[in-house]
């Protein structure tokens, strides 16, 4: 009988965190600037520096550590860990290994099978790398030290994940709750959070864990999925063969689907950890952590029985609204302006996701404001705008943030309220269109909507297609 | 005990330490280094049970810096020391990943 | 500016100056800082052929910047009792603009973008720098002899070595090169040079000196403090460099830095401690009796002086060269041919660029060092060397904690012998690190130790008296060196 596999999965994660400056010293993480811009003597390494802790970066690490149900190390530490590589300026990189900042936690997600609790090893703190760049016209690589020095924190979970979906389903948790604490924007593709999978394979039945491999390199859930199936295949085959699983860090090329080990010669794995001497100790007491915890904001759970409880919108667009914070803040700093979440929710449900997907942009990176947006729907529901021109103000407000009732003014948009104009028109569309209203009255139902466009037309679109619709059945 | 260190170990330990020997250089660190391990040995005659490793002599706790930006462009500085630099970049031997 | 000629007569008349005494002199007029920079050079040019105490000399700068400082004394900018003394700096504190090598040819030509924070503050109060002092390599060697610049040559005889590592800054002090010197001192690499060229030196409390800037060795052990012509000198020096500084964590907030407060001329009362464990064997009987013959004077002004058993002496060197090296090891990792310093010539990748840089851009000691520090840390090795070495190293704070709680001061020798010959001590790295042994301990513990000179020996070399107070107890230190210094009278420099 063929054999039964299961698949192991532990996963490591990098999270950015959301500080304005780096780890160890006053450098902008902000990205984007030019090559070595961002860079000082502490972060490019030069002789006679020395690393002074930010301390937000401990803030947010235990804002983490508490939200994902982990216990707080009071007394903890920073470790360098040494190996050369010319991203790590220092050739050693400050983390912590044997005093990390949060241990032993959990979080929850759903499964097929229901929900499944996911143990979190640890949560340690350490500096980011530089950027290496191939150069294009020379055998060299060149070396930008911007994000050298940018905090990190790294998630280690317990090998508890079986499959990618649940993969997916615990990245998508973390995300989600780091967004929430605002210590994150966790873009898998912009490399503010990234995930290496340690995956090894057992026969169903057997407690032993298999050999190990760390798969790197995954930049897209998509990436994540195919690499999760290409090396429980890889081990299986091995295994088959009677070959064994080497322990060792791999390489996923997503364009070629295949992974390679990141072996040489040079590299012992050997990274002589010890207390860096430079870094004093951290002691945290109860103030600090009930501090951070007093600041834990209403997560997506909570958030959504309050919805339920709160607002009479679809299930659906709880789900959908709450999945990012950023837009659950929108949706109620609407609300709070306009007091019509049906309304809000159905703008956010229909043209923002239209445009979101247009426009392949994130939830988080709506720009435009619960002010502008509180007002556009205010105008609609006035009826000074009809649907269509609402339309219209709405993406021009979703793409530049423009104001509506400004932008409305401006061009003129306003719906012509004066009755005595708007049934000026209509009886001019009358007398212009005999056939047609000879159609209606002849039973011809449909025929009153030609009518409505040519008055909408004539109107130049500022008029309510309802009004004019009434008017004209009165008229005829 | 007598440490006898083998060129395995002074191979492994060069790779750690990126450092490459000569011949001579060698046979010298094997002798060297199996001396000062012996010497050092002598720290197993005391009995260290229950005494906390000291890494830090005072004990000076939560030092912390405010998260603002207090430099700006020093690119050219940083630079200026680079034995090969391109495009505003250290220039490093091709590297696995490129 | 001045146009007086400076002659031999009246530049050795401001060489005889200490630093707190030329200082004043320049406030009162009587000198300026522009002819105290040239007599300096002058100097200079009689003495550093033989001497070698410097790696850098920036003449043109030196005589710029002494000619600043002028204007800004005379326009009442600058009071402090320093200002317009030129100062020598050890080659691994950062001076911005001015080359720092930490006399190895793997940083040859680095210039810093900035100085060191001990460095700034002496200039801040208006000293100038005269340029940069040889050293061994990194601060590894008790001898500068391991510099890759040539060897410093101890200016009472210069057959003999300077010591080191700080040896290029104490032979400077002692043929008045300048008027005092920054140092470092990791396990005795003030105190000892200090002690071999007849000058004063001190290694503060740990944190009590920013560490930014200076070069790493060991950085759980290494201080910058002063090396000065007397404890005045030093004391002042040390006021200006100690402060508590945001950019290094391992600094201390301290409230007691008015030095120079505790120079006064009595001992009455203070409990003196001497270990037994430091008067054993292998110490020169010359230094032996010098030392106790200070021990006397001491006793004679009033102090009560004790002999105790210190213990663990015999353990500090192994813990020490596992505990420097570990860190070391990791520290000059950054030197990798990339950012900054030597890069190898020809090389096949990655790798082999490393290993070529670093094994062409280091000395075979610092190499040692290295390669014991890379092993110490290793899998499998880390628990029994280092963690054990940390242990140890509480034990031995321990030690000295039970001292200090009955004694002010210990009083000992700096090392077991005056100065060596030229060559003798780099054949057996494990001998040169013995000599180490009673000036290691206070770089583990912390405590702050002051090297005075108490005698000559029977070559006319200086043999050095060391005093270690407790943690934060630089000021006992600094009264009971005055208190000798005043009772034992002038010493002397080399010249």
Redesign the interface.
Same mark, same amino acid.
């Given at each position: 009988m063929e054999k039964q596999y299961e698949t192991v999965i532990g996963l490591e994660v990098h999270v950015e965190l959301a500080t304005k400056t780096k780890i160890f010293c006053g450098c902008s993480t902000a990205f984007g600037g030019a090559p070595n811009t961002h860079t000082c003597p502490v972060c490019t390494g030069m002789p006679g520096t020395l690393p002074v802790l930010n301390g937000q970066v401990l803030e947010y690490a235990v804002a983490v550590g508490l939200a994902t149900n982990c216990s707080i190390t009071r007394y903890c530490k920073f470790d360098r860990k040494n190996y050369f590589y010319p991203d790590n300026p220092q050739n050693y990189q400050i983390s912590q290994l044997y005093l990390p900042i949060c241990r032993n936690g959990h979080v929850d997600i759903e499964t097929e099978g229901g929900v499944k609790s996911i143990g979190i090893h640890e949560i340690h703190m350490e500096e980011d790398a530089g950027k290496l760049i191939h150069d294009e016209w020379e055998d060299v690589s060149l070396v930008d030290y911007n994000r050298s020095g940018v905090p990190l924190i790294e998630i280690v979970s317990e090998p508890d994940m079986r499959n990618a979906q649940e993969v997916i389903a615990y990245l998508e948790k973390l995300r989600m709750t780091i967004q929430y604490l605002g210590a994150s924007d966790c873009k898998l593709n912009e490399g503010s959070m990234r995930a290496d999978v340690n995956l090894s394979v057992r026969e169903v039945g057997s407690t032993e864990l298999g050999t190990r491999t760390e798969m790197k390199n995954l930049n897209s859930f998509r990436a994540i999925t195919r690499a999760i199936t290409g090396e429980r295949e890889r081990q299986i085959e091995l295994l088959e063969r009677g070959e064994s699983v080497v322990q060792e860090t791999r390489r996923w090329d997503d364009a070629r689907e295949v992974s390679y080990a990141m072996r040489s010669k040079e590299d012992a794995q050997d990274y002589r950890y010890f207390p860096d001497p430079d870094l004093v100790p951290i002691q945290l007491d109860d103030a600090f952590i009930e501090r951070v915890r007093a600041g834990q904001p209403e997560f997506r759970e909570e958030k959504m029985e309050r919805y339920r409880r709160e607002f009479d919108i679809p299930d659906y667009d709880t789900r959908i609204i709450t999945g990012s914070k950023h837009m659950a803040d929108l949706f109620e700093a609407t609300v709070e302006l306009c007091h019509q979440p049906k309304k809000v929710s159905n703008w956010l449900m229909g043209e923002t996701l239209r445009l979101l997907k247009e426009r392949e942009m994130d939830p988080e990176d709506i720009r435009f404001t619960p002010a502008h947006f509180a007002k556009l729907i205010d105008l609609t529901e006035r009826k000074v705008i009809n649907t269509t021109v609402a339309k219209e103000v709405f993406e021009e407000m979703f793409d530049r943030d423009v104001d509506p009732e400004g932008y409305v003014e401006d061009k003129g948009l306003k719906m012509v309220g004066d009755g005595n104009a708007l049934r000026k028109t209509v009886e001019e569309v009358i007398a212009a269109n005999p056939q047609s209203v000879a159609d209606y009255r002849g039973g011809k139902e449909k025929a009153i909507g030609f009518l409505v466009g040519q008055t909408m037309k004539a109107m130049k679109g500022k008029a309510d297609p309802a009004s004019v619709n009434q008017l004209l059945k009165e008229l005829l | 005990m007598a440490h006898v260190i083998d060129d395995e170990?002074?191979e492994?330990?060069?790779?750690? +330490?990126?450092?490459?020997?000569s011949e001579e !250089?060698r046979e010298? +660190?094997k002798k060297? &280094?199996g001396? &000062?391990?012996d010497?050092?040995?002598?720290?197993?005659?005391?009995d260290?049970t229950d005494? !906390? @490793? $000291?890494?830090?002599? %005072?004990p000076?706790?939560?030092?912390?810096?405010?998260? #603002? #930006?207090?430099?700006g462009? &020093?690119?050219e500085? $940083?630079? +200026?020391? +680079? @034995?090969?630099e391109?495009?505003? &970049? %250290?220039? #490093?031997?091709?590297? %696995? !990943?490129? | 500016m001045t146009d007086k000629e400076i002659t031999g007569g009246v530049a050795r008349e401001i060489l005889a100056y200490t630093a707190v005494e030329l200082g004043k002199a320049i406030h009162e007029g009587k000198v300026t800082a522009v002819e105290a920079m040239e007599a300096v050079f002058k100097q200079i040019e009689r003495k550093e052929a033989e001497i070698h105490a410097y790696v850098t000399i920036d003449k043109d700068t030196a005589l710029q910047k002494a000619a600043q400082i002028q204007k800004r004394i005379e326009a009442g900018e600058l009071q402090g009792s320093l200002a317009g003394v030129p100062v020598a700096i050890k080659d691994n504190l950062c001076t911005e603009g001015m080359r720092t090598t930490c006399s190895s040819r793997i940083l040859e030509n680095f210039v810093p973008t900035f100085s060191a924070e001990a460095v700034s503050r002496l200039e801040e109060a208006g000293a100038v720098i005269v340029g940069k002092t040889n050293m061994d390599e990194f601060a590894m060697g008790s001898t500068t002899e391991t510099s890759a610049f040539g060897v410093t040559k101890n200016p009472w005889n210069t057959a003999h070595v300077p010591g080191g590592s700080s040896g290029g800054s104490a032979a400077a002090v002692a043929a008045e090169e300048c008027f005092f010197a920054l140092g470092s001192d990791t396990g005795g690499s003030i105190r000892q040079p200090a002690a071999y060229c007849g000058v004063v030196g001190m290694k503060p409390t740990y944190g009590t000196v920013s560490r930014y800037g200076l070069v790493a060795y060991g950085s759980s052990l290494d201080q910058i403090g002063p090396l000065a012509k007397d404890v005045t000198d030093c004391a002042t020096v040390l006021e200006i460099i100690a402060a508590h500084d945001a950019k290094d964590s391992t600094s201390m907030k301290r409230e007691d830095v008015d030095f120079t407060s505790a120079l006064v001329e009595d001992v009455k009362g203070l409990r003196i401690g001497i270990p037994r464990d430091y008067f054993g064997e292998g110490l020169d009987t010359e230094v032996k009796s010098a030392v106790l013959a200070a021990a006397k004077v001491l006793e004679q002004a009033g102090a009560v002086v004790e002999e105790f058993d210190l213990s663990l002496v015999e353990y500090a060197i192994p813990t020490y060269y596992t505990i420097a090296a570990a860190e070391a090891s990791s520290n000059l990792e950054r030197f990798d041919g990339i950012k900054y310093g030597y890069r190898t010539a020809d090389f096949n990748g990655l790798h082999d660029m490393y290993k070529k840089t670093r094994s062409e851009g280091f000395g075979a000691e610092v190499k040692r060092r290295i390669m014991l520090g890379s092993f110490v840390l290793s899998s499998g090795y880390y628990d029994a060397y280092y963690l054990k070495a940390l242990r140890v190293k509480a034990l031995i704070k321990q030690a000295f904690d039970a001292a200090f709680a009955r004694y002010d001061v210990i009083l000992g020798p700096v090392a077991p012998t005056t100065a060596p010959g030229l060559g003798e001590s780099l054949a057996d790295p494990l001998k040169m690190y013995l000599g180490d042994i009673y000036t290691i301990s206070a770089n583990l513990a912390g405590l702050p130790g002051i090297s005075l000179p108490c005698g000559k020996d029977g070559r006319g070399l200086p043999i050095g008296l060391q005093l270690l107070g407790d943690c934060f107890q630089e000021k006992k230190l600094i009264q009971c060196a005055y208190t000798y210094e005043k009772k034992r009278g002038p010493f002397g420099l080399s010249v």
């Open positions: - | 170990t002074i492994y330990v060069g790779i750690l +330490a990126k450092l490459e020997l !250089e010298q +660190a060297d &280094m001396s &000062m391990l010497y050092i040995d002598k720290l197993g005659e005391l260290t005494i !906390e @490793p $000291m890494s830090h002599v %005072f000076v706790q939560n030092v912390f810096r405010e998260d #603002v #930006v207090t430099s462009d &020093m690119r500085q $940083m630079l +200026a020391n +680079a @034995p090969q391109k495009d505003g &970049m %250290f220039v #490093v031997p091709k590297t %696995f !990943e490129g | -």
